[in-house]
């Protein structure tokens, strides 16, 4: 094990910060089995049900959100919880920890609130051997008129309880799983820290509507003409995770497993910084596969040397004493867009019209050079942003 990534989460001890979030690539044994020889540090199971509350998954079940250059930026799905029955599960996370001893199996549960199906869950994933349980209390799609799921990880009271009861029928740490479709998140946090929870894993999937199709007006992923509300994840959700683990680090001392649009190991040293110990993917590795681990492991050995650090750990949290609110930002800090590439303008007009529909009229073209009247440009980084060819920065 390299030291560097030695991580203790919980009392488990992870041979790297990655871990396999809930989701299909981790819906069999075999398909957990193939990534942990890969390299992952652990699984989190596709998330198990009591076997009454098993439903079918529509045919259609995903939908994609594609930037304007055509590349995937987020992903709905509309799927359900495993497929699979609990004896399945008990088998997979026995015959799991024996062929991987060392490896993190976490098993995700869910049952309607009943307090009898939550520890049977639960004790049955201990007996089989699993490390921890993932409560999924966020899931915005499966069940939520039975009370499943979002709906009762949006409420801090049912969250608390679920929480207590599974607590006091395992010793093996409980992580709670977070939804962001909430008004504040710290407080749901905040509930089942009180009640005992171990750790916190953040987020699920974010509530969403992929899109309509113009003609039929058929809602997507289209299932025979009709959709419901889905879950969107994928490096859409990034910003939307960062902001959820940032907070739950101000508010909780509880570890922080980081979820949300990873992909790569920028990603993950985002999420460390914003809090987390360890973190979970999911979409990248449906989009590209298990082997995503290789170059994110190596990107990550990388950075540690470079910055000379001997702890992955270290960097739990190291972005977190900069968040503050606006309203404590620096109002006086003097910034303008400066010309850094004047020789990349292909003279598009991009920033001209963002200044001065938007802004302030401080750009233009002077002898076909675009130019900046810096007694006019406030600072606002519009420009930049929109300039397709990296010619102004804020200096
Ligand atoms: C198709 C699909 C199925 C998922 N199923 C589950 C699940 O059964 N249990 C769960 O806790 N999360 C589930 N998730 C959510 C993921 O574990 C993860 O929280 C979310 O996708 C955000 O991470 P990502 O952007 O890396 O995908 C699912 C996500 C997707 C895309």
Redesign the pocket.
């Known amino acids: 094990m390299n030291n560097r990534f030695h991580t203790e989460f919980c009392g488990i001890t992870l041979e790297n910060p990655c871990l396999l979030?809930?989701?299909?690539p981790t819906q069999s044994r075999e398909g957990i089995a193939k990534a942990l020889q890969l390299g992952w540090a652990g699984a989190?199971t596709?998330?198990c049900a009591p076997d009454d509350l098993i439903t079918a998954d529509p045919a259609n079940?995903?939908a994609v959100y594609r930037s304007t250059e055509g590349k995937i930026a987020g992903?709905e799905?509309i799927?359900g919880?495993?497929r699979k029955t609990l004896a399945y599960w008990e088998a997979t996370v026995c015959q799991l920890k024996q062929e991987f001893p060392a490896k993190a199996i976490i098993a995700?549960i869910?049952a309607d609130p009943r307090r009898e199906a939550w520890q049977e869950l639960a004790r049955r994933m201990e007996a089989a051997g699993a490390d921890a349980l993932?409560l999924?209390l966020?899931?915005p799609h499966f069940r939520l008129a039975d009370n499943m799921g979002a709906a009762l990880g949006k409420n801090e009271d049912t969250s608390a309880a679920i929480t207590a009861w599974v607590k006091a029928a395992v010793k093996i740490p409980v992580i709670v799983?977070l939804t962001p479709n909430v008004s504040n998140i710290q407080t749901v946090a905040l509930a089942v820290e009180q009640a005992g929870a171990d750790a916190l894993a953040a987020?699920?999937?974010v509530q969403c509507l992929m899109g309509i199709d113009i003609e039929t007006f058929e809602p997507q992923p289209a299932v025979n003409g009709y959709s419901s509300f889905g879950?969107y994840?994928?490096?859409a959700?990034?910003p939307i995770?960062l902001r959820c683990v940032a907070q739950l680090a101000q508010s909780t001392k509880l570890p922080i497993h980081g979820?949300?649009?990873?992909g790569s190991w920028q990603d993950i040293i985002e999420y460390f910084a914003v809090g987390a110990s360890a973190v979970?993917?999911?979409?990248?590795v449906?989009f590209n596969g298990y082997g995503i681990i290789k170059p994110i492991i190596s990107g990550l050995e990388t950075y540690l040397e470079r910055k000379g650090l001997s702890k992955i750990g270290a960097l739990t949290g190291a972005a977190i004493p900069r968040i503050t609110s606006r309203e404590q930002l620096d109002m006086h800090w003097n910034r303008h867009s400066t010309i850094i590439a004047p020789e990349k303008c292909i003279h598009c007009g991009k920033c001209i019209r963002a200044c001065t529909e938007c802004g302030q009229s401080a750009i233009r073209f002077v002898n076909k050079i675009v130019t900046i009247d810096s007694n006019r440009c406030d600072g606002c980084s519009l420009c930049s942003h929109v300039c397709p060819q990296g010619v102004l920065a804020l200096r």
């Open positions: 979030a809930s989701a299909p989190v596709k998330t079940r995903f992903l799905n799927e919880l495993t995700s869910m993932e999924n966020s899931c799983k987020i699920n999937t879950g994840s994928g490096s959700i990034k995770g979820i949300g649009g990873i979970q993917i999911c979409t990248a449906m």
